[in-house]
């Protein structure tokens, strides 16, 4: 495979279920070693274009291209899968579970157990180790289901949800793991829809609505093509929205900063205004202005200002 190709191309695929269009004409592709955040609320067609990437379900229209050749059954052992809907054998151990899914991955047990006692001690189990499943809480359920996906030592990485049921000092552990997988080489495409995490993690990002990809492209790049026009304003002036402000859409204002007379707001100027406006009107008032400042959107204000009829 060229290693400048991605290694993952989708072309116009759709799929339906009867009546309903659960995925429609989405194209993106991943390029090698990076982080793909594929977002969106539940029930936006995630988990149906994730089961056409593992073959699992079979595109009506469109073609999926896997390490630079059209997705086969022999490429599914280099790809490492943690589905939404989970499931382990509760009455097994750690161990024994984790080295049959290594197993089934092509490893031979011996190879199976190594990677799996590697990966217990990289996320803090290896206490767990000889544990049965059913005795773990489910944040630790969750990061045996998490290491099951990378015995087999895959290309890509697919996790639909993967923060799910995790408490915060583990979310931070996830979020470590990742950008070491990252920095490994791995490719990963994270399903989420929680978006302050992707914004975070992810490279570039696809944000699906209603089985439609709506927007794409890097978070730096989605975040400046938007124009949502947000300002911070530190001033001695009582900014509020009305005829005194007509550039004004909508403000918030924290409390008084010291014991002077500035606060800092929050502008929402109104469509088509320049902040310099803004800066204008300050002057003619003689306000004091110690700071004036853009406010990129964040991912979540860019997917509602894209699904907005």
């Not at 790809?79 to 984790?98: C, D, F, N």
């Not at 949800?161 to 490994?184: A, Q, Y």
Request: hydrophobic letters at 45%; proline letters at 4%.
């Amino acid at each position: 495979m060229d290693s400048k190709a991605p290694i993952l191309r989708v072309e116009a695929v759709s799929k339906a279920f009867g009546s309903v269009q659960a995925v429609d004409s989405v194209s993106l592709q991943v390029e090698s070693g990076e982080v793909f955040g594929l977002l969106g609320p539940n029930g936006a067609g995630k988990s149906t274009l994730l089961r056409m990437l593992l073959d699992i379900y079979r595109p009506d229209l469109g073609s999926i291209e896997l390490f630079g050749h059209r997705l086969s059954r022999r490429d599914l052992d280099s790809i490492g899968y943690l589905p939404e809907t989970r499931g382990l054998y509760l009455r097994r151990s750690v161990i024994q579970v984790l080295c049959y899914l290594g197993e089934l991955k092509g490893l031979s047990k011996t190879e199976a157990i190594e990677s799996a006692d590697y990966w217990l001690e990289a996320l803090g189990m290896t206490a767990s180790r000889d544990s049965k499943i059913k005795t773990l809480s489910k944040g630790n359920q969750q990061k045996i289901q998490l290491i099951s996906t990378l015995l087999a030592r895959p290309r890509l990485l697919i996790w639909d949800e993967p923060f799910s049921g995790l408490d915060p000092l583990n979310v931070v552990l996830l979020r470590d793991l990742i950008g070491r997988l990252k920095s490994g080489g791995i490719s990963m495409i994270l399903s989420t829809h929680l978006m302050a995490q992707a914004q975070a993690l992810c490279d570039r990002v696809g944000l699906l609505h209603a089985g439609r990809l709506v927007r794409h492209g890097s978070v730096a790049q989605l975040r400046g093509e938007l124009g949502v026009n947000v300002v911070q304003v530190q001033t001695d002036a009582a900014l509020a929205h009305g005829e005194l402000w007509p550039m004004i859409a909508e403000v918030q204002a924290s409390a008084p900063i010291g014991t002077g007379k500035e606060r800092l707001y929050t502008v929402h100027l109104t469509d088509g205004a320049d902040p310099n406006a803004l800066l204008q009107a300050l002057a003619e008032r003689s306000a004091r202005v110690s700071l004036l400042r853009p406010v990129k959107p964040s991912l979540e204000e860019i997917f509602l200002h894209a699904v907005q009829p």
